[in-house]
């Protein structure tokens, strides 16, 4: 039983979302087929056979059983391999509610029916990893069940591998949720991505995902944080490169450091003539 406070355990290796390789940019995916009706996905949807939208706006690419939606599947059933070998810190029992954990890998041994809040305490560069099922059969469920973030915290730092399906209703969930089978989703908010069919094969795939009465879901392409870089995945800004030869006029940007102290200054070049040295007029400004 797990006591209704932090479990004091050292960190385990990192598992960022991007250790789902392509898969990482899915919101959505299924070995199946992906059904979202009344809902909102912010991410990348792929399924192995088709995608049905109703009344279901989707920030992202769609793929229906193209090369895009089988390599994102075959690189979330490595992922899910890889997660299904990880050990265990520790067993937990109970529906979590009131419990606080630090980082660590957390195992049910069958199913596990969440309710109540928990909370996951630990600094930006902390993991968590969830699994359920570890002696081989077992469904994650979760009604009006809440995870919160605290202490700096990753949402996507956050895994759950599951045995077999997954169901969240009316629940505020966050983190990546690897099924074995399928995963459906009514109303609430889900902060990560679902990935369902992890017990199939590229050559076979299984595995449904299913939203519907209002669920909202934000993939981790959009909110996940690598350890350390608080930028979550946006690529950093690239300087605009300057070509600072003489007569080649203003270009918008300030290459050197020759503003002496005076951040109002820019040695951005003005005029001039090609091929004759010197500035036309200077700029000051």
Same mark, same amino acid.
């Given at each position: 039983?797990?006591?209704?406070?932090?479990?004091?355990?050292?960190?385990?290796?990192?598992?960022?979302?991007?250790?789902?390789?392509?898969?990482?940019?899915?919101?959505?995916?299924?070995?199946? *087929?992906? =059904?979202? +009706?009344? /809902?909102?996905?912010? !991410?990348?949807?792929? &399924? @192995?056979?088709?995608? $049905?939208? #109703?009344?279901?706006?989707?920030?992202?690419?769609?793929?229906?059983?193209?090369?895009?939606?089988?390599?994102?599947?075959?690189?979330?059933?490595?992922?899910?391999?890889?997660?299904?070998?990880?050990?265990?810190?520790?067993?937990?029992?109970?529906?979590?509610?009131?419990?606080?954990?630090?980082?660590?890998?957390?195992?049910?041994?069958?199913?596990?029916?969440?309710?109540?809040?928990?909370?996951?305490?630990?600094?930006?560069?902390?993991?968590?990893?969830?699994?359920?099922?570890?002696?081989?059969?077992?469904?994650?469920?979760?009604?009006?069940?809440?995870?919160?973030?605290?202490?700096?915290?990753?949402?996507?730092?956050?895994?759950?591998?599951?045995?077999? *399906?997954? =169901?969240? +209703?009316? /629940?505020?969930?966050? !983190?990546?949720?690897? &099924? @074995?089978?399928?995963? $459906?989703? #009514?109303?609430?908010?889900?902060?990560?991505?679902?990935?369902?069919?992890?017990?199939?094969?590229?050559?076979?795939?299984?595995?449904?995902?299913?939203?519907?009465?209002?669920?909202?879901?934000?993939?981790?392409?959009?909110?996940?944080?690598?350890?350390?870089?608080?930028?979550?995945?946006?690529?950093?800004?690239?300087?605009?490169?300057?070509?600072?030869?003489?007569?080649?006029?203003?270009?918008?940007?300030?290459?050197?450091?020759?503003?002496?102290?005076?951040?109002?200054?820019?040695?951005?070049?003005?005029?001039?003539?090609?091929?004759?040295?010197?500035?036309?007029?200077?700029?000051?400004?």
């Amino acid at each position: 039983m797990v006591p209704f406070a932090a479990l004091l355990y050292g960190p385990s290796p990192a598992l960022a979302a991007s250790f789902l390789g392509s898969a990482e940019s899915f919101a959505l995916l299924a070995g199946g *087929a992906v =059904t979202c +009706t009344n /809902s909102a996905v912010t !991410g990348d949807v792929g &399924a @192995g056979t088709v995608v $049905t939208q #109703t009344i279901c706006p989707v920030t992202g690419t769609v793929h229906q059983g193209d090369a895009a939606a089988a390599t994102a599947y075959a690189d979330f059933l490595s992922a899910y391999a890889t997660l299904a070998s990880t050990p265990c810190d520790q067993t937990l029992t109970g529906t979590l509610a009131g419990v606080t954990l630090t980082p660590g890998v957390y195992c049910f041994d069958a199913a596990a029916t969440l309710t109540g809040t928990l909370t996951l305490m630990g600094p930006v560069t902390g993991t968590w990893l969830f699994k359920i099922g570890t002696k081989g059969t077992g469904a994650l469920t979760g009604t009006n069940f809440s995870v919160v973030m605290a202490g700096g915290g990753q949402p996507c730092n956050v895994n759950w591998w599951v045995a077999q *399906a997954a =169901t969240m +209703t009316t /629940s505020n969930f966050q !983190g990546t949720i690897l &099924a @074995g089978a399928d995963i $459906t989703v #009514t109303g609430g908010t889900f902060n990560g991505d679902a990935l369902a069919g992890g017990a199939g094969t590229t050559a076979v795939r299984t595995g449904a995902v299913t939203l519907t009465t209002g669920a909202v879901v934000a993939g981790c392409a959009a909110t996940a944080t690598v350890p350390g870089d608080n930028d979550c995945h946006q690529p950093k800004p690239k300087h605009k490169p300057c070509n600072q030869g003489v007569g080649n006029g203003p270009e918008g940007c300030d290459p050197g450091n020759s503003n002496q102290g005076d951040d109002d200054r820019s040695n951005d070049e003005r005029g001039g003539t090609p091929g004759h040295p010197g500035r036309k007029g200077g700029n000051n400004k």
